[in-house]
């Protein structure tokens, strides 16, 4: 079958569109191994013009629509136009359908969506379209015919990780992405332990449960079998950046995966690192495998902002150890900042501030709060009446996306500025540049074409 897939992603300074998603590539390496033909296009918003040039190169029998909860609208716009002019059958997933299946289901034409991690609902779903005399109800994928909707239950979870191929990168330009940053991601695990309330997982974890086991590792082993792979494939890396924000949550598991690491590989990578888990051990490891830098989420500098509202299990002295463990280690910083959350104001603003101070990162990235749809912090700014009907144009505007009487959207959009102009939001001497001159050459060609 001929599958063209829309990928709505929002626009991220330094990233592609198409942009590499770990689960969607997953996928798609499974589709393609069941000999779909397939073509992706990303979009950030409605282009049209983009829309039918991929149609006429495609000419597919089906679009398979992966929507980011901040990109319904471009998604909408789309699959209306797809409808209006091509009659194509039309399935939705990704976040979007996951968190609302119903809105989902009611973007023009759209007539299935699949909840949850896709591997092996839409896998089956995508191989009985094939046959029109098999039952099309599959778990994990709503659906609406002229009988109604079906709501089947999810399938369990893919519990072995290592079962499952390595994720699809062409499609999405890696060779061209690699080229021009000298970085790989990987992703090693699914599902979250923690449950911050500006995140999304906590709501699918509930999704989940009794399903199998929701956090979930692939072996070292399956791990550096794929990156020994991608260096192969791409011989301009010169990083490797773990996605994982639970990357270093399992002390024995990363212990077995940085000794492994630093005989196998050794280059420098970069992770996520969670302040109410960081041990001098762990830093000291990360330090002797070749960690760089580590992002860090501070979110705010009041306790009551990181604990009461968005539920971290995080203290100041945690996050103060925390960055003075990596700094003695020679582990760059990135502290990872929401300015305008839910009952934030003019001294919290200012405790922020204060923080990083004390903190010093190496690097900042600031960003105005955005009631992510499915978290528990939205549903506190729904209760408060904070939302409003600027919505997803707020987030693609780099703007506060909540209307609080003590903490204007203005108010915070000036602090943010101020912000951002005090402390350095890129590395001033970064480690990378001890790559080749050839490499930092190809990333300025790459930024330049993607301008």
Not at 90 to 95: A, D, F, P
Request: proline letters at 6%; glycine letters at 6%.
């Amino acid at each position: 079958m001929r599958i063209l897939i829309l990928q709505f992603v929002p626009d991220v300074r330094g990233r592609p569109v198409p942009r590499f998603e770990p689960k969607l590539a997953t996928l798609l390496t499974l589709l393609k191994d069941r000999d779909h033909d397939l073509s992706l296009l990303g979009l950030a918003r409605f282009d049209v013009a983009a829309v039918k040039a991929a149609l006429a190169r495609a000419l597919p029998q089906l679009v398979y629509t992966d929507v980011s909860s901040v990109c319904v609208t471009a998604a909408r716009r789309t699959v209306q136009h797809i409808q209006e002019h091509e009659f194509l059958p039309i399935v939705v997933g990704g976040e979007h359908a996951t968190l609302d299946p119903a809105d989902a289901l009611s973007l023009p034409g759209v007539h299935a969506a699949a909840i949850g991690e896709p591997d092996a609902s839409l896998v089956t779903y995508f191989e009985r379209m094939k046959d029109p005399a098999i039952s099309q109800v599959v778990q994990g994928v709503w659906l609406r015919d002229e009988q109604g909707l079906a709501r089947p239950e999810l399938p369990s979870l893919v519990e072995d990780l290592d079962s499952l191929p390595f994720a699809e990168r062409e499609l999405f330009g890696y060779a061209e992405y690699v080229a021009g940053t000298g970085e790989i991601e990987i992703a090693v695990g699914r599902g979250c332990p923690q449950k911050c309330a500006y995140c999304v997982n906590p709501t699918i974890a509930k999704m989940y449960a009794e399903r199998g086991t929701w956090v979930r590792r692939r072996s070292p082993e399956n791990v550096i079998e794929e990156i020994e792979l991608l260096r192969e494939r791409y011989p301009d890396v010169r990083i490797i950046r773990f996605l994982d924000h639970t990357f270093a949550l399992d002390p024995d598991w990363l212990e077995e995966f940085l000794t492994l690491y630093g005989s196998r590989c050794g280059l420098p990578f970069r992770c996520h690192l969670r302040a109410n888990a960081v041990t001098e051990p762990i830093v000291q490891e990360l330090a002797r495998a070749g960690c760089k830098l580590a992002d860090i989420e501070v979110i705010s500098g009041s306790n009551f902002i990181r604990n009461e509202i968005f539920t971290m299990n995080l203290d100041e002295e945690q996050i103060r150890s925390t960055f003075a463990l990596l700094r003695a280690a020679e582990i760059k910083t990135r502290a990872i900042v929401y300015l305008g959350a839910p009952y934030d104001g003019e001294v919290s603003l200012e405790d922020t501030r204060a923080l990083l101070r004390r903190i010093n990162p190496d690097t900042l990235s600031a960003r105005p709060y955005y009631p992510w749809p499915g978290t528990g912090a939205t549903e506190t700014c729904r209760e408060n009446g904070w939302q409003h009907s600027r919505g997803e144009d707020q987030y693609h505007q780099d703007k506060c996306g909540i209307d609080m009487p003590a903490c204007r959207p203005a108010a915070v959009a000036a602090f943010l500025k101020r912000v951002r102009k005090e402390f350095p939001t890129t590395l001033a001497d970064p480690w990378w540049r001890r790559w080749s001159q050839a490499s930092r050459n190809s990333l300025g060609q790459f930024f330049q074409k993607r301008r």
